[in-house]
């Protein structure tokens, strides 16, 4: 199947700091990449859709001015957490659908673990 | 509002039992259904893609059903073994391309040897 890499796998900050994520495609180009928030023993949480080349849809609810996506080519999509807070603190998981595979197997990367001291 | 269930929280079998976990969804019409398996600390990994005109799937020990009257799927695992262990995600999905997936809370299967 498809590879989605992330990195880093786990970040530390300090409050008030930002953070970036990057998701990757490795071996396919992906126009949509999506954003998933996990926090212990629940489920995935969509937080924006990221379109290559264009501003990214953000789920109700989430601040699009906190959770800054760019979506700079068909194989990056980046998430960066501005002015982070301890509440900000969880699994961040990206995902992508492969055209190969006609648009509807979805493949997620391994997740980013970030902690806000 | 669109409610995907997966009825068990956690299951416990025993090793070579056939495990059987249940998706069911209300309001919603989806095009496919996707299951997922997620180790603790990882992202999900694909496993198995059933369509709205499918009936059944297989892979391996793996097995999918989709009854869109019911509105639910169940996936089985055969001859189970411990290293099946992990939580279980389904999610939906529709036929509008760039559309995320919805997904349930998941199902915890914990398989003793």
């Known amino acids: 199947g498809a590879v989605v890499s992330q990195h880093p796998s786990r970040v530390i900050c300090k409050s008030g700091t930002s953070v970036k994520i990057e998701c990757r495609s490795l071996?396919?180009?992906?126009?949509?990449m999506f954003w998933y928030r996990q926090f212990p023993k629940k489920s995935l949480m969509l937080m924006a859709t990221?379109?290559?080349?264009?501003?990214?849809?953000?789920e109700q609810g989430v601040e699009k001015d906190k959770f800054l996506i760019n979506h700079a080519s068909l194989t990056l999509s980046t998430l960066t957490v501005t002015s982070a807070h301890p509440e900000d603190s969880s699994f961040y998981i990206c995902?992508?659908?492969?055209?190969?595979?006609?648009?509807?197997?979805?493949?997620f990367g391994p997740g980013t673990r970030l902690t806000v001291t | 509002s669109q409610k995907i269930e997966q009825n068990s929280e956690a299951l416990n079998i025993q090793e070579g039992k056939t495990a059987t976990l249940t998706c069911n969804y209300t309001?919603?019409?989806?095009?496919?259904l996707q299951w997922y398996r997620q180790d603790p600390g990882r992202g999900p990994v694909f496993l198995l893609l059933?369509?709205?005109?499918?009936k059944e799937k297989r892979k391996e020990r793996l097995k999918v059903t989709f009854d869109t009257t019911l509105k639910q799927s169940l996936f089985h695992i055969t001859a189970s073994q411990p290293a099946d262990s992990a939580t279980y995600l389904c999610?939906?999905?529709?036929?509008?391309?760039?559309?995320?997936?919805?997904f349930g809370k998941g199902t915890t299967l914990s398989v003793s040897s």
């Open positions: 995902s992508a659908r492969d055209p190969g595979q006609g648009y509807d197997e979805q493949y």
């Open positions: 071996d396919f180009q992906a126009t949509t």
């Open positions: 990221s379109n290559e080349g264009s501003k990214a849809t953000y």
């Open positions: 309001n919603y019409s989806p095009a496919y």
């Open positions: 059933i369509r709205e005109n499918e």
């Open positions: 999610a939906l999905g529709t036929r509008q391309a760039g559309t995320a997936l919805i």
